[in-house]
């Protein structure tokens, strides 16, 4: 099916990388302020080492939250500079889970998803005809064969034990 719809099309940031530009800003603002910090001015029970800790904590988190009020703006601008288009666009209605389940494995197998339902129009209708569309060119699955052993005790007797067991 075919139809035209109405998309919107702005700039938008990204908040993740605001906040960190921010956060590192707000960081950088503490080493430099760190630099002028003269130990002689600090109060009584109070390092340097503290000092720049706690401006480095301050600062960081107030230009992590700078940084995402920021992108808040930008964001907004944008949204008011929105620009909206009418486009093409072809809409599937495809209902049926068993139909969705058997595209997707033929596109993982890289065979086209069309071909099986123009071949076999009741693929997927039960369990028996779920499997292939195409068998002619796969080799059919060995069902009796018997598991990879995982220690030469099992593969001695052709047995595999069952996660858990004892045996």
């Known amino acids: 099916m075919k139809d035209q719809i109405d998309v919107s099309v702005r700039r938008s940031p990204k908040y993740s990388v605001f906040m960190g530009i921010g956060a590192v800003l707000g960081i950088a ?9 003269d130990p002689a001015d600090m109060p009584m029970g109070y390092t340097v080492a503290k000092g ?8 960081g988190i107030g230009g992590l939250f700078l ?4 992108a808040l703006i930008l964001d907004w601008r944008g949204r008011k500079k929105a620009r909206e288009f009418r486009v093409d666009a072809q809409i599937d209605m495809v209902d049926d889970p068993k139909e969705i389940a058997r595209r997707r494995i033929a596109e993982a197998r890289g065979e086209d998803p069309d071909a ?4 076999d129009p009741d693929a997927g209708a039960d369990e028996g005809t779920a499997a292939s569309a195409n068998t002619d060119s796969a080799p059919a699955a060995d ?10 005790d099992d593969a ?3 047995r595999d034990s069952a996660p858990g067991s004892t045996v």
């Open 156 to 158: 001695e007797t052709g």
């Open 29 to 37: 603002i503490a080493g430099i302020l760190a630099i002028f910090v």
């Open 52 to 59: 720049v800790g706690l401006m480095l904590l301050v600062l």
């Open 67 to 70: 940084g995402g009020l920021v």
């Open 116 to 119: 099986g339902a123009a071949e």
């Open 143 to 152: 069902t009796h064969a018997q598991p990879a052993a995982d220690d030469e």
